[in-house]
């Protein structure tokens, strides 16, 4: 029952002239979970809202399971109670003035199902989410955990075409994220359910989702597995926002196939991944992550350099080194609870190529 | 040692005397005279005549009233009226709320207004306005209906009438709570019913309206109660057609020759009682458990697209404040400005020659009009100092120490909630009436009737001013070494006197406002506004009435303005549980 997603061009203003959501497409293939990341205000929400119909979008067209319900240019708008997609909120949503049981059963009373077939489905659902024995408990004595289940089990009752959840973890605590993280990848692949999923935080996205889609001020830049996205990340936003913190600014001096060689503010040279079609003699910026820089490097390792130490951090389990190279300050993270340089020392390390990724400076957004 | 002793001996003392004097004053306002209501309803007798006697008391005179077949019908009528007005309050309150938080209508801000303005309308006001509008014989909208031909009547003198006024007028009180408990709930709530497939109506239902049931009913029992102890409105509309509710039977048991002191007791012990258990209820559906508080968390306004529906919702809007205000107002001015109320054809409205001040002149001339705006304002002078004092002083003893006795200061202070203002005014009657000293006709006796009235409300305003300065601020005065005393004058009160300012005006409008108990303490030289104005209206000069109704209500809202202005919008509160 579970269909696919498609979103083409999708866009939402709330005041005219300033889309929150601009330009917005991808497709959820049946049955794969999708999350969307990004930080607050870049319109996750809003784009999962358009999706469920709370919010009507002002361009783009929505279909699920090849069934057109939102395209705004063609005054094609189905309400939400018709698009028989199910939602997990921010806040739960659950009714406090129901049980656990009406809750679960209140979408299927409104679809008009008999009494048997409306027990066995929630006696399935309260099961999935391990809640068989609350099902008569008011919703007001459940725990944050506890309450998170049944909002889940509310929306997957009825077997929607898809489900949305909007960071329904949020508001639990970090022990229970943790746990229940894994618990509702499980549940959602156990019922085959196409899922749009929402949340700010990465580990989760990476955990959860088959895919992930970063947004940023209301655009969708790049959607990709997690691997992907941490190894080939589409912009410096992306590479920033997934982690790699180091920027290195430079100039395009050659092309080597996909890499670059990147002249830098110290006049060394550094191997990159570059877009091919990135000019000689554009300024780029070259990003890399702490943890990918290579602190015991082999003799012949491209991008070997000796750098000084400016600083070091013991952290317990991992000590980060800030390092004077290329002209910028860098850091560079390593393993283990014995730090085996000084600071103020100087260090050999190599960057790998592949991991070193330059982008256009001007692309960069101010 | 012994002196140590002594040291705590003194003080236990003296925390005691506070508390002490404190329950003597709460006794003199409040205990006193319920004591003497009770006495009043279980005796025969007349205590200008007899004096008090607790020793005839016996519940004998209280079950002869309770078999009264007048009280019967005057209760029946109470009933059916505050019924009927409190289903149109919850309908027009409920719809508003709705209207204001939940959809796109245009123009929210002034629908909203518009559903809190009734608030202010005195109900005496209201009452004759409509008479004014909708008498049966020379009403203005049947003489209009006469003029352009056509065959339909209203009859504001009747039961249905009564209903009317009531609804239209208390709706406010629904819309208060209901419209805050909308805007406290979260709208994903209502969302994810739609996401489950329940269309608006089917949410409506299963969904918003369960869950803000508790402020529903709230807001519904509030608004009866209040219409239970309104007299202005029956008095007005009911009198012309011998309609008695419990209210104008009370007084008029007051006004035979001899009064019937006992029975009108008997009668005002019934209507407490009533309204005590309706506030009790009440306050067990505020206190007890409600689904929608979340306290301090915003949500993202969710508003219904209506379509072209929004301009009905709109137009419900306004045609709501025609009827309650607009109309009314317009219906009091041609009264009062035009020469004859007879309106020969309808040209004949907008006839200026028809138009002149010769009512206004003719109430000024008559030297009792001036002397009840002196006495009134003389009151409510008294009663916003005084109980401005009084209330400050309770409030900050209930919250801010922990002195013996404050316990029982705080439940005294809230009783007259459950006691209408008419009861009030019957049991200072029973109270004083058959002492000499001259209390009873001052203007004192007014001024405390006023206090004892108001004093829940005041209390709980400054109470919850006071509980806003925090207590380390008071803390850092004592280990300044400063004393009790000299930390309230230099810290508290400094930081509460906004709260105390407008705790004090509005104890001034709601003193210039009160009809229900003046309405048993004025004598001939303290005699009020309200109370002038119903003697007008029953002396039968519409025109003056109207007039005097115009300057009351000018009075009431410039005061008011300056009410909101000092505490910041929070005027139309205060007056709600008044009425
Ligand atoms: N109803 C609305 N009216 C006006 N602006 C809105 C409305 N809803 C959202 N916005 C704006 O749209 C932008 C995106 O909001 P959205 O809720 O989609 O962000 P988000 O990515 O979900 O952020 P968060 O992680 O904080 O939940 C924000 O700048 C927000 O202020
Ligand atoms: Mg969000």
Redesign the interface.
Same mark, same amino acid.
Not at chain 1, 79 to 87: D, E, F, T
Not at chain 1, 93 to 97: D, I, L, S, Y
């Given at each position: 029952m579970s269909a696919e997603l498609k979103v083409s061009g999708l866009g939402k203003a709330f005041t005219a002239g300033r889309a929150v959501v601009d330009d917005v497409s991808f497709t959820v293939a049946a049955g794969e979970i999708v999350v969307l990341l990004g930080p607050s205000g870049c319109g996750k929400t809003t784009t999962l809202r358009c999706v @469920?119909?709370?919010e #009507?979008p002002t361009e783009g067209e929505i279909s699920l399971g090849g069934e057109v319900i939102s395209a705004p240019a063609k005054g094609i708008l189905l %309400?939400? &109670?018709?698009?028989?997609?199910?939602?997990v909120?921010?806040?739960y949503?659950?009714? %406090? #003035?129901l049980t656990v049981r009406q809750n679960v059963a209140?979408?299927l009373k409104? &679809?008009g199902l008999s009494r048997a077939d409306m027990d066995a489905k929630i006696r399935q659902a309260l099961a999935l989410v391990d809640l068989e024995s609350y099902a008569d408990r008011s919703v007001?004595q459940l725990s944050g955990g506890q309450t998170q289940r049944v909002a889940l089990a &509310? @929306?997957m009752v009825?077997e929607p075409r898809l489900l949305l959840l909007d960071e329904p973890l949020s508001n639990l605590d970090a022990q229970l994220r943790l746990r229940l993280r894994d618990e509702l990848r499980r549940i959602i692949k156990a019922v085959g359910l196409t899922a749009l999923y929402v949340t700010h935080e990465q580990t989760e996205a990476v955990v959860l989702g088959d895919r992930i889609g970063v947004m940023r001020d209301g655009k969708l830049l790049q959607l990709a597995t997690a691997e992907d996205l941490y190894n080939r990340p589409a912009d410096l936003f992306v590479a920033g926002f997934t982690g790699a913190s180091n920027v290195v600014p430079g100039t395009v001096r050659a092309h080597h196939g996909a890499f670059g060689e990147i002249e830098t503010a110290s006049g060394a040279r550094l191997s990159a991944w570059l877009n091919e079609g990135t000019p000689v003699g554009e300024r780029v910026m070259v990003a890399v992550r702490p943890e990918n820089i290579d602190l015991v490097p082999a003799a012949d390792a491209p991008n070997r350099v000796t750098a000084r130490i400016l600083e070091r951090r013991y952290q317990g389990t991992h000590t980060i080194y800030h390092l004077d190279l290329y002209g910028a300050r860098i850091e560079a993270l390593e393993m283990g609870t014995a730090p085996r340089h000084a600071e103020g020392g100087d260090v050999t390390i190599a960057l790998p190529p592949t991991l070193c990724w330059a982008y256009p400076a001007a692309e960069i957004a101010p | 040692m012994a002196e140590a002793a002594a040291g705590v001996l003194y003080r236990r003392v003296r925390n005691w005397s506070w508390t002490a004097l404190l329950l003597a004053v709460l006794s003199f306002l409040v205990i006193y005279p319920t004591l003497m209501l009770l006495l009043g309803a279980l005796t025969g007798s007349n205590p200008v005549v007899d004096g008090y006697h607790w020793t005839d008391a016996s519940l004998d005179n209280f079950l002869t009233v309770l078999a009264n077949p007048n009280v019967h019908a005057a209760l029946g009528n109470s009933l059916i009226v505050c019924t009927g007005g409190t289903i149109i309050a919850v309908g027009i309150g409920l719809l508003f709320a709705w209207i204001v938080v939940r959809t796109d209508t245009p123009g929210r801000r002034f629908v909203a207004a518009a559903s809190m303005l009734p608030l202010f309308v005195p109900p005496l006001v209201a009452g004759v306005a409509w008479s004014i509008l909708g008498s049966p014989k020379t009403g203005l909208v049947n003489a209009i209906l006469a003029k352009i031909g056509l065959d339909w009547r209203i009859n504001l003198y009747s039961m249905s009438g009564i209903i009317f006024v009531f609804g239209v007028y208390y709706a406010p009180y629904v819309y208060m709570f209901t419209a805050s408990a909308l805007r406290n709930m979260d709208p994903a709530l209502e969302e994810a019913a739609e996401i489950s497939g329940a269309g608006p109506v089917r949410t409506l239902f299963t969904v918003t309206f369960p869950l803000i049931l508790p402020a529903i009913l709230s807001g519904m029992l509030l608004s009866f109660i209040v219409m239970l102890g309104i007299y202005g409105v029956p008095a007005v509309l009911g009198a012309p057609s011998n309609i008695s509710v419990l209210t104008t039977y009370i007084f008029q048991l007051t006004s035979w020759s001899p009064p019937r002191y006992s029975t009108a007791a008997a009668v005002a012990l019934i209507l407490m009682l009533v309204t005590g258990a309706l506030v009790w209820l009440q306050q067990r559906l505020l206190t007890g458990r409600s689904f929608t508080t979340v306290a301090g968390k915003a949500f993202r306004p969710r508003a219904l697209r209506l379509g072209p529906w929004r301009w009905l919702t709109l137009a419900l809007a306004v045609v709501y404040l025609f009827v309650v205000v607009v109309l009314p107002t317009l219906a009091l001015m041609v009264a009062a400005f035009r020469k004859f109320l007879f309106i020969r054809d309808i040209p004949s409205l907008f006839d200026e020659k028809q138009y002149s001040w010769i009512h206004f002149q003719r109430l000024f001339a008559n030297q009792v009009t001036i002397n009840s705006i002196i006495n009134t304002m003389e009151v409510a002078v008294v009663t916003a100092i005084l109980g401005g004092l009084l209330a400050f002083a309770i409030g900050y003893t209930v919250t801010r120490t922990r002195l013996p006795g404050r316990r029982a200061v705080d439940i005294i202070s809230t009783i007259p909630v459950a006691i209408p203002g008419l009861v009030i005014g019957v049991a200072y009657l029973w109270a004083w009436i058959g002492l000499p000293g001259g209390f009873y006709g001052s203007i004192w006796i007014l001024a405390f009737a006023f206090i004892a009235r108001f004093l829940p409300d005041t209390v709980k305003a400054l109470s919850s001013s006071l509980m806003q300065i925090h207590r380390e601020l008071e803390e850092a005065a004592w280990i300044c070494g400063r004393g009790t005393l000299s930390t309230i004058g230099s810290i508290v009160l400094p930081l509460a006197r906004p709260g105390v300012v407008a705790a004090m005006t509005l104890l001034f409008v709601l003193a210039i406002r009160e009809l229900g108990s003046s309405l048993f303490l004025y004598s001939s030289g303290t005699i009020v506004m309200a109370v002038q104005l119903l003697g007008y209206y029953e002396g039968g000069n519409i025109s003056v009435t109207a007039a005097f109704s115009l300057v009351q209500m000018i009075i009431l809202a410039v005061l008011i303005g300056i009410t909101n202005r000092l505490t910041r919008g929070a005027a139309a509160g205060g007056i709600g549980r008044s009425g």
């Open positions: @469920a119909g709370l #009507h %309400p939400p &109670r018709l698009r028989n997609v199910g939602m909120f921010q806040s949503a659950v009714w %406090p #003035h209140y979408p409104t &679809r007001t &509310r @929306a009825y | -």
